[in-house]
């Protein structure tokens, strides 16, 4: 995900936190989380609760004629979490630290739906997906490039069709690209439907 997170979510972020002030999930392990970020030359995180997305989804502008749509799939999400880590060069973090994070949504819960790896740009990028009573309640997007980490953990319920929709909250439209694989098998997606 090359685009930055939308500065409008960030400033929400920022300023609805003290107000809104609560446990979240974790989207990393804490330890992992804190040595990403010391050893990243830039950090941003994006935290927005189900309080702070119904707040977000009252910013929608009404241009659009989805606007209305938009705002009911953000209010029904419970929570959309980023982090993004760029380094100054190659291998400041390890495979180990990537398997730790990908481990860290290996339950019964979360089904992979997508991997990719390319091996001369080493790019890698797995999506999974949380079905609960064969609904699907969340997205976990891990995407690396040799110098950026990118996390999405999206919890709640979502389609497919409907990610490219969270685009009017920040960058998290790049994941509209997402719903063209979802007829595809796991870890047939081409590098093209990321």
Same mark, same amino acid.
């Given at each position: 995900?090359?685009?930055?997170?939308?500065?409008?979510?960030?400033?929400?972020?920022?300023?609805?936190?003290?107000?809104?002030?609560?446990?979240?999930?974790?989207?990393?392990?804490?330890?992992?989380?804190?040595?990403?970020?010391?050893?990243? @030359?830039?950090?941003?995180?994006?935290?927005?609760?189900?309080?702070?997305?119904?707040?977000? @989804?009252?910013?929608?502008?009404?241009?659009?004629?989805?606007?209305?749509?938009? #705002?009911?799939?953000? $209010?029904?999400?419970?929570?959309?979490?980023? #982090?993004?880590?760029?380094?100054?060069?190659?291998?400041?973090?390890?495979?180990?630290?990537?398997? $730790?994070? #990908?481990?860290?949504?290996?339950?019964?819960?979360?089904?992979?739906?997508?991997?990719?790896?390319?091996?001369?740009?080493?790019?890698?990028?797995?999506?999974?997906?949380?079905?609960?009573?064969?609904?699907?309640?969340?997205?976990?997007?891990?995407?690396?490039?040799?110098?950026?980490?990118?996390?999405?953990?999206?919890?709640?319920?979502?389609?497919?069709? $409907?990610?490219? $929709?969270?685009?009017?909250?920040?960058?998290?439209?790049?994941?509209?690209?997402?719903?063209?694989?979802?007829?595809?098998?796991?870890?047939?997606?081409?590098?093209?439907?990321?």
């Amino acid at each position: 995900m090359k685009s930055r997170i939308a500065t409008l979510s960030l400033v929400l972020a920022a300023s609805l936190a003290p107000a809104f002030a609560q446990s979240f999930p974790e989207v990393l392990p804490p330890a992992l989380e804190k040595e990403l970020a010391a050893r990243a @030359s830039n950090v941003t995180e994006v935290t927005m609760d189900k309080n702070m997305l119904g707040s977000a @989804s009252q910013f929608l502008n009404g241009k659009h004629g989805d606007d209305a749509q938009t #705002r009911q799939l953000i $209010q029904n999400l419970d929570g959309v979490y980023v #982090r993004e880590y760029d380094f100054d060069k190659p291998g400041q973090y390890s495979p180990a630290e990537l398997d $730790q994070i #990908r481990q860290h949504f290996q339950t019964t819960e979360w089904k992979p739906m997508v991997h990719v790896r390319e091996s001369k740009s080493g790019e890698m990028t797995d999506v999974l997906i949380k079905q609960v009573n064969g609904q699907t309640q969340g997205m976990f997007v891990l995407d690396v490039e040799p110098k950026e980490i990118d996390i999405v953990l999206i919890l709640g319920p979502i389609r497919m069709d $409907q990610l490219g $929709q969270l685009g009017q909250l920040g960058a998290l439209g790049s994941l509209g690209a997402l719903g063209g694989v979802a007829g595809e098998a796991p870890g047939t997606a081409k590098k093209g439907g990321k």
